[in-house]
């Protein structure tokens, strides 16, 4: 009698950032009983949303922005992703309370979370409209605005711990802006599954991340190599501030506010144009 054939990992994509490692660290070295094997490939979240365009891996890390574009597709998990308070995407200027009318904008997608919580702040607080929009990696945005090359940036991750280290400053809190404006925390990236998958493995991909999401609670300096190790040089004070702000209640379960929050950015965003609207049940996991 042959040995039974074990099942193919699943294929899953996700940044290198220390939230994200912290999350999948259990589940991706096999210390989550039960769950699928994980063949992981790291990539910016620009480049995981066009996979996700593109109908490429099993699961994926994406920006909330993307999912109007991938849900006939794609499953939303209810848990494992990025929402929070005080975490926002930050507007950086070389001079305080610069005018943004007109100006030269460096962007990390036009396809991101950080985009369209921008986008909603400009038709809010810039009235004659800001200039040009330049897409460059996140990594390159706030040298560029340092040096002149653009105007303002609009950063995410790590930087808002570090900005003042290029002689910047904070024009904006996109983060502050939606809080304000509507109550509710900011839905930043998610987590999606194929929905070919079929509704008890997708169910199971749930209740994996959720229960590695707790691993990594209950002993967080077993994770500590993994997310060192792909932190990008660093320093491992930061990368325990980052994990701090984006890895929190709403990464173990969405819940009644995480859903609020991920429907209304995407019902204003496409009210306002930017993206096309959802499907009722679209949301709806599996």
């Known amino acids: 009698m042959s040995p039974e054939k074990l099942p193919e990992p699943l294929r899953i994509a996700y940044s290198p950032c220390p939230n994200d490692t912290f999350v999948f660290d259990a589940w991706a070295h096999g210390r989550v009983p039960g769950a699928p094997a994980l063949d992981v490939t790291f ?19 994406v920006s909330y922005a993307v999912l109007p574009y991938v849900l006939d597709e794609y499953a939303l998990l209810p848990c494992g992703g990025a929402l929070g308070r005080g975490c926002g995407p930050l507007v950086l200027t070389r001079e305080p309370d610069a005018d943004l009318t007109g100006r030269t ?8 979370t950080a985009y369209l919580l921008f986008r909603l702040w400009a ?14 990696p996140f990594h390159e945005i706030m040298p560029a605005v ?15 711990f570090t900005y003042q280290n290029y002689g910047l400053h904070k024009l904006a809190d996109m983060g502050e802006h939606w809080e304000l404006t509507t109550g509710l925390p900011i839905p930043l990236g998610a987590i999606i599954a194929k929905r070919s998958l079929g509704q ?4 199971a991909l749930a209740e994996a991340a959720r229960t590695s999401v707790r691993a990594a609670w209950d002993d967080p ?3 500590r190599p993994y997310v060192l190790a792909h932190a990008q040089e660093m320093d491992p004070a930061v990368a325990d501030q980052h994990i701090g702000l984006y890895v929190n209640e709403f990464t173990a379960d969405l819940g009644e506010d995480g859903y609020a929050a991920v429907r209304g950015l995407l019902t204003r965003a496409a009210a306002e144009g930017l993206v096309p609207p959802l499907g009722p049940d679209a949301l709806t996991f599996p």
């Open 146 to 160: 340092r040096d002149g090359k653009v105007d303002a940036g609009l950063v995410i991750h790590e930087a808002r």
């Open 221 to 223: 300096e077993a994770s």
């Open 43 to 61: 990539a910016d979240i620009d480049v995981t949303n066009g996979m996700a365009e593109r109908g490429e891996f099993d699961v994926l890390k």
């Open 123 to 136: 038709a809010d607080t810039v009235p004659g409209g800001v200039g040009e929009i330049v897409v460059m």
């Open 105 to 112: 904008i460096a962007v990390p997608s036009e396809r991101s």
């Open 200 to 203: 008890e493995r997708l169910t």
